[in-house]
């Protein structure tokens, strides 16, 4: 599978701030200190060798995750990140109509849905979307979205095909190339995860999820459904301050990832859904603290800690 990130902020879109940038650029040039900088070679070193903290930005786009496999195309919640992955598609075939994609949403709340009303293939006639959800009403629900008084151009503008398809939770789906097997997760209102199976990989997707029980019993569905996945994206949207000052908000921590994933020998970890408060520095702390979680719970089965980002692609 070949994943890409288009957004990994949860709850609003937070764009960089004119003073992080700012900032940015100060940490950058205090570095630079004693440097020849009219060299074209140390410039592009010294640039390469600065932290991501200080040379990029985890970017502030809402949750949105493309994922292929052959030439099958899905599409994982419908964030901001949706309207930019729609630019990217309109330039690879999408805007000649002809094409097609899917789509598992993980639930309604406006920071995974708020992209599609942006989302320019939907408008081209040729194209065929399918939305296969648990949620028997979603077209609704995204219609509601597009309703006049909230939106001014409706769901039935869209010229594309759109079609929507009841998948039942805790069960197997064949999806194309994929196997798809959602579960409920803890958070307010009805959200569900997503194992994803391709035949060779394995992607969960497990967004929007609270775990206030750590006990073997209350945790082992969730390990079995991460059980020896190639990727996990993993709320991690809290520190462990926050999330035990904020009970029933239905987010988790990079650490409780970190847990599952020794116990479930994930191979790698993605940290996702970042608060719109979170700096790049305390993003990336939250990496720092899961990864020494792992050296302080051993175990002969590796897991790789990663912080997703808006524009980060993998191969799983």
């Known amino acids: 599978m070949e994943i890409k990130f288009w957004g990994t902020r949860g ?26 900088l009219s060299d074209e070679t140390v410039l592009k070193r010294y640039l390469e060798r600065l932290p991501f903290t200080i040379q990029r930005t985890a970017g502030g786009n809402t ?12 599409i994982l919640d419908a964030g901001s990140g949706l309207r930019v992955l729609g630019i990217d598609l309109m330039r690879r075939g999408f805007a000649r109509g002809g094409q097609q ?3 598992l949403i993980s639930h309604t709340h406006w920071d995974h849905i708020q992209g ?11 194209n065929k979307f399918t939305f ?15 309703d006049a008084v909230y939106f001014p151009i409706p769901m039935s503008y869209m010229s594309a095909s759109l079609e929507f398809q009841e998948i039942k939770e805790n069960k197997w789906h064949q999806i194309g190339r994929f196997r798809v097997y959602p579960i409920r997760t803890s958070h307010p209102g009805v959200t569900y995860a997503y194992r ?14 609270e775990y206030k029980r750590v006990d073997q019993e209350s945790t082992q569905r969730y390990i079995e459904f991460f059980q ?34 020794r116990r479930a020998r994930v191979k790698r970890l993605a940290l996702f859904h970042h608060d719109p408060t979170s700096s790049d520095e305390k993003i990336w702390s939250a990496k720092e603290q899961a990864d020494a979680y792992l050296m302080s719970h051993p175990s002969q ?12 692609s993998l191969e799983i």
């Open 11 to 36: 709850s609003i879109p937070a764009p960089i701030t004119s003073e992080a940038i700012q900032q940015k650029i100060l940490q950058a040039l205090e570095g630079a200190a004693g440097l020849d």
């Open 63 to 74: 949750l949105c995750v493309e994922v292929r496999s052959g030439d099958q195309l899905l």
């Open 101 to 103: 994609a899917d789509f």
């Open 116 to 126: 599609f009303p942006f989302f320019q293939p939907a408008f081209v006639p040729g």
């Open 132 to 146: 296969y959800t648990p949620f028997a009403d979603l077209s609704d629900r995204l219609a509601h979205q597009q």
């Open 196 to 209: 994803i199976e391709d035949g060779q990989t394995c992607l969960v997707y497990a967004t929007d999820s």
């Open 228 to 261: 020896e996945a190639d990727l996990l994206i993993f709320d991690a949207q809290y520190s462990l301050t926050e999330v035990l000052d904020k009970p029933d908000w239905g987010h988790s921590t990079s650490m409780m990832g970190a847990e599952f994933s």
């Open 301 to 312: 089965y590796a897991c790789e800690v990663l912080v997703a980002y808006d524009g980060l």
